[in-house]
């Protein structure tokens, strides 16, 4: 009859404090980049908004001069 397999003790963790930190390190540069990374997202975001805003308030001054002129030169 076949024997019951023998059961190991667990291994015990071996404890690295400078693993400890440097993984701690680690996780903390991963945080600051995520954050960093949202912070420039946020930003180009709202740089693009600004620069359609700014081209669209351009074009309609232009237009509205343009249309100025041709009531002067036409006698609209």
Request: charge should be positive.
């Given at each position: 009859m076949a024997?019951?397999?023998?059961?190991?003790p667990p291994d015990v963790p071996v404890y690295d404090?400078?693993?400890?930190?440097?993984?701690?390190?680690?996780?903390?540069a991963k945080r600051e980049a995520r954050q960093r990374r949202n912070r420039e997202r946020r930003a180009a975001n709202v740089r693009f908004w600004l620069i359609v805003l700014a081209l669209l308030a351009l074009s309609v001054y232009l237009s509205?001069?343009?249309?100025?002129?041709?009531?002067?030169?036409?006698?609209?």
């Open positions: 024997e019951p397999a023998r059961k190991l404090p400078g693993a400890v930190r440097k993984e701690y390190r680690r996780q903390r509205i001069a343009m249309w100025h002129q041709v009531q002067n030169l036409f006698g609209l």
